[in-house]
């Protein structure tokens, strides 16, 4: 079945640091990907998203790109501040009906100042 | 305004009781969804609910119980809560060729 292998944390990283979580899928098909961000005591937000192979998915900073010849979809960012510190989710969405969202574990980072 | 609204945001209560989680979206999505996630932030989807059709995770127990009044509710409904049931559950919704949107979640504790 469809499953997202995402890098274990917790990181954590100085201010103005380079970051890279790696996130791996597997799935039948073409699912879309996802990242999302989960800030301490919220809710989950959708970070950024790419639909098809080659797209390239950028908000806040933060970009990631769809690798359908590596089944990857790596979240970096070049230069992370404090406030980027949150649980960040992989996830693809599968191409039933239901298209249902399937996460991957879940990365803590911490920037420290 | 509130997209995906959950209620209540903290619930406490002991085992063997019975209690409900409610989920309003106004968005006008077609689909709404429940997920658990455990102590270590693994999430995991339960349900997905449009009005045509509701998907069930095989490895959700049947203690669990959606239930949908109309298109923009999808409730929870849990029997006979367990220890392990304590996670923090999350509403979601979307429309078809769009995102999803999650509720602020639910955190519940059983003691």
């Known amino acids: 079945g469809d499953s997202v292998t995402q890098m274990e944390g917790p990181v954590t990283l100085s201010e103005e640091a380079f970051l890279t979580i790696n996130c791996t899928y597997t799935a039948t098909g073409y699912p879309s990907l996802f990242w999302y961000v989960q800030y301490p005591g919220e809710g989950l937000q959708l970070l950024l998203k790419?639909?098809?192979?080659?797209d390239k998915g950028s908000n806040k900073g933060f970009e990631a790109t769809y690798r359908k010849e590596t089944t990857s979809f790596h979240l970096e960012k070049g230069s992370v501040q404090v406030s980027d510190s949150a649980v960040y989710f992989c996830?693809?969405?599968?191409?039933?009906?239901?298209?249902?969202?399937?996460f991957g574990t879940g990365t803590r980072l911490t920037v420290i100042p | 305004d509130t997209a995906v609204s959950q209620t209540p945001k903290y619930l406490v209560t002991q085992m063997g009781n019975d209690k409900s989680i409610k989920c309003e979206q106004n968005l006008g999505h077609d689909t709404m969804y429940w997920y658990k996630q455990d102590s270590k932030k693994f999430l995991k989807i339960m349900f997905s609910y449009n009005n045509k059709e509701l998907i069930i995770n095989e490895t959700v127990p049947n203690r669990f119980s959606p239930k949908s009044p109309d298109k923009a509710h999808l409730n929870l409904h849990i029997n006979s809560l367990e220890l392990g049931d304590s996670a923090v559950y999350f509403c979601?919704?979307?429309?078809?060729?769009?995102?999803?949107?999650f509720g602020s979640g639910t955190r519940l504790t059983v003691v």
């Open positions: 790419a639909t098809k192979a080659d």
């Open positions: 979601a919704s979307r429309h078809k060729g769009h995102g999803y949107t």
């Open positions: 996830a693809l969405s599968d191409q039933t009906g239901a298209n249902n969202l399937f």
